[in-house]
C-alpha cells in the first residue's frame, strides 16, 4: 500500500504491485493492517503460566493456569487470522468482565445494574 486517501474517514487506498510497478486506487470504507510477527512469550514464561509447547495454555474461556490471567490469538497457538484473533478478543474481554465481577460479587460488593448482561443475584447463583 502506497497511500490511504479520504478526509475524516478512509475513503480510498492506492496500492503498488510489487512486479509491475503499476499503482491503482480502490475505493475502500477500512483497513486492517496486519504485520506479521512470531509470538513471544517470554513474559507468560516469566509469569510461570502453563504452557502447551511454544504456546500459553488457556482453557474455553480464554484464562491461563493462573486465575484472572487471561490470554488470546497467537501466542495461545490459535490460528494466525484476524477474524479468529478478533473472536479470541471478544471472548477473552468478556470472560474477564465476568471473573471480575464474580470476584467483587465474592467479597460481598454488590454492585446495581448489569455486569456483562447480568445482575449481581445471576452472579450469587453462579457460585451456588
Known sequence: ???????????????????????????????????????????????????????????????TSKPGVFACGEITGSERHLITAASEGASAGMATSEYLALEKVKRGEIFEGAKNGKYAAEYLAMLG
Request: aromatic share 4%; proline share 2%; glycine share 8%.
Open 1 to 63: 500500500m502506497k497511500e490511504i486517501k479520504g478526509i475524516n474517514r478512509v475513503e480510498a487506498v492506492v496500492v503498488i504491485n510489487n512486479e509491475t510497478g503499476e499503482e491503482r486506487e480502490i475505493a475502500v470504507d477500512w483497513i486492517v493492517i496486519c504485520v506479521g510477527t512470531e509470538p513471544d512469550t517470554k513474559l507468560a514464561r516469566e509469569a510461570g503460566l502453563e504452557m502447551d509447547g511454544d504456546f500459553v495454555r488457556v482453557n474455553r474461556q480464554m484464562m
